[in-house]
């Protein structure tokens, strides 16, 4: 029997709105098995599909992978002239792909249940449109069955991750930490961007405490008395962080400097029709990374949504946000955050505190990109969604955030104390 899936505190509504994009955007890998069953569903019948590959070998010639097919604009094989997926109407949802059929649910394993999450690359998603996620846990539940299945015992005896190095953390103290930075966030007296500020807060300090008690078991900060520890912090927070952010110094050269190629990493799309054109070759790519790096000119296009436009525009604030604006990156702070997207092995294993570290660092990205977007003529709120949609793509799945280059990079801002400068800076 499978375990229970959980939802979370915090509204969020999705319900597929028939958009498209994943089918069109993604490269989706087929197993093996997978591969022979939709070999066997009789598509050798359908006029437009006699003579077109379903799969498209991966990894080289001699590789076993393989993903489903694209047709020269883009879509999916097995897309349908009505904008239907072929598998699902002609077999049922069972019958596609696993990654087709969880998308854009994220299912995250949290000892003794499965937490519920959503991607935010999702259209539906970022315009919270449909039922509320309570509504869909029959379903995510089948997909947690197969999971359990595909990996046995591996998904539901996964320790928690640690809080940094080897500072090791029960579930349940976990869940304390979780529900705490969710609550600074449901505070909505402050703008997000201090939210955000006052999260930092809080792991900084915390990064400070030995949990252990320095081995005395009656001094360890777990249960009620780490409850009161976040409680107290929390409380602190209003005071020490200051509430405008012009009363924080700006983000130094050096903080700039290792921020914009981790932004240029959150900000690109390599496949699908929004490839961007400094994508599209190896050369383009390293360009692009230079240029990145400099800072100057023109900003590559890693994403067919970015104009054409100058990092000096990019350093230029925003109109106030919106109450819909604010609300968004609430909520998609709040999911990450809830979910447990946010470390462990969804996150490439980063630690508790690195976690939500680098998704300030997502969010600053979001509102730098969020001031490149809105240079095209677009609203703040329509260039919010975008940024938050674009950003959200990358979070957690990019293979490039993963490596220890920009792991070191998200080091590198905390300890030289860039985080919340650029939160504020980019914030604002």
């Known amino acids: 029997m499978p375990l229970p899936v959980r939802s979370l505190t915090v509204l969020q509504n999705w319900d597929c709105q028939g958009c498209t994009s994943c089918c069109r955007q993604y490269h989706v890998a087929v197993s093996a098995e997978e591969r ?10 359908e006029p437009d599909l006699q003579g077109v590959p379903y799969f498209v070998r991966t990894g080289g010639w001699f590789s076993s992978e393989y993903r489903l097919n694209h047709r020269p604009d883009g879509a999916c094989v097995f897309l349908g002239p009505d904008n239907r997926c072929r598998i699902h109407v002609k077999h049922g949802s069972a019958a596609k792909p696993l990654p087709c059929r969880i998308y854009p649910y994220s299912l995250v394993p949290a000892g003794d249940h499965w937490k519920l999450g959503l991607r935010f690359a999702c259209p539906s998603a970022v315009e919270d449109r449909g039922r509320p ?24 005896t996964i320790p928690p991750p640690p ?10 103290d976990l869940a304390r930490i979780v529900s ?31 949990f252990d008690g320095d081995g005395d078991p ?58 961007g054109s400094a994508q599209s070759s190896a050369f383009s790519r390293f360009a692009s990374a230079i240029q990145f790096a400099r800072g100057r000119g023109r900003i590559p296009r890693t994403h067919v949504a970015i104009p054409q436009t100058t990092f000096d525009v990019a350093e230029q604030p925003l109109d106030e946000l919106s109450e819909e ?104």
């Open 325 to 428: 604006a604010e609300s968004l990156l609430t909520r998609w702070a709040r999911v990450k955050i809830e979910s447990g997207q946010f470390c462990g092995p969804t996150n490439f294993n980063m630690a508790v505190w690195d976690g939500l570290e680098s998704l300030a660092v997502a969010f600053a990205a979001a509102m730098w990109l969020t001031r490149v977007l809105a240079t095209d003529g677009r609203s703040v709120d329509d260039a919010v969604k975008t940024a938050v949609r674009i950003v959200d793509d990358n979070y957690g799945f990019n293979p490039l955030l993963g490596r220890g280059r920009q792991k070191f990079a998200l080091n590198l801002l905390g300890k030289r104390g860039e985080l919340s400068k650029l939160v504020a800076w980019y914030g604002k």
């Open 36 to 45: 022979k069953k939709i070999e066997a569903q009789g598509w050798e019948n």
């Open 180 to 210: 705490a930075i969710s609550e600074v966030f449901a505070e909505d007296i402050d703008t997000i961007e201090r939210r955000w500020r006052k999260v930092l807060f809080v792991v900084s300090t915390l990064r400070q405490a030995k």
């Open 133 to 156: 996620l309570t509504e869909h846990l029959s379903e995510a539940r089948q997909y947690a069955a197969v999971l359990e299945a595909l990996s046995g015992t591996a998904a539901i």
């Open 218 to 275: 009656q001094k360890a900060i777990v249960g009620s008395r780490l409850t009161e520890l976040l409680t107290i912090l929390v409380d602190a927070a209003e005071d020490e962080v200051p509430e405008s952010p012009d009363d924080v110094p700006p983000p130094s050269w050096v903080g700039r400097m290792v921020f914009r190629p981790v932004a240029a990493l959150y900000a690109r799309k390599d496949t699908g029709p929004d490839r």
């Open 163 to 172: 809080l940094q190095g080897s500072q090791q953390i029960t579930w349940s």
